[in-house]
């Protein structure tokens, strides 16, 4: 039964950018990863944290799973915890109570320009457990506004930029009539 779980382990090394202290209230387990996937992942969950912190009052420590949908497995104590992520639903990211499942590899490929979805994307389930908001938009809405630079429309992040962009391609369309 097991064999069928890639089990995920502590790795210290995905928090190692995170500020002293709030890594004790971030404990990252993760399957294999590559050297350079575990950085990139390291880095977008350090700047994530600081980007939330100055917004909590309480934090309570959360256990972040990278791994991969549908199954995240870990063994804690003599125990395992296995979280089934929603396969119907975007799988990239799912938050319960004080557990965030990741797909390690899906969101180290992420861009990272002009924004890093990566940062997004870990932040927006921070916002989850850490200001324990169930509802999407208003989770979309608070990490907008955490991350800065960024509007939602219709539950989709957009950058301002974005919108600037089409607002001059529909002002050139009218121009060339
Ligand atoms: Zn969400």
């Known amino acids: 039964m097991d064999h069928q779980f890639e089990y995920a382990v502590p790795n210290l090394a995905l928090r190692h950018y995170v500020v002293p202290n709030l890594a004790s209230f971030v404990i990252p387990f993760s399957i294999e990863l ?29 256990t972040l799973i990278f791994g991969k949908p549908p199954a995240y497995a870990i063994h804690v104590g003599t125990g395992i915890e296995i979280y089934y992520a929603d396969m119907n639903q975007d799988p990239i990211a799912t938050a319960g109570n004080h557990r965030i499942c990741l797909h390690a590899e899906r969101i180290a490929s992420l861009s990272a320009f ?64």
Do not use: C
């Open 34 to 62: 590559s050297p350079e996937i575990t950085e990139r992942l390291a880095r977008a969950l350090a700047k994530a944290v600081e980007l939330i912190a100055p917004a909590i009052r309480d934090f309570r420590m959360i």
């Open 114 to 177: 002009p924004i890093d979805a990566a940062v997004i994307v870990i932040l927006e389930e921070l916002v989850h457990v850490w200001m324990n908001v169930k509802d999407e938009t208003i989770a979309k809405t608070a990490t907008a506004y955490l991350y800065g630079g960024l509007v939602v429309e219709n539950d989709q992040y957009r950058t301002f930029g974005q919108i600037f962009d089409r607002l001059t391609e529909d002002a050139r369309v009218d121009q060339s009539k």
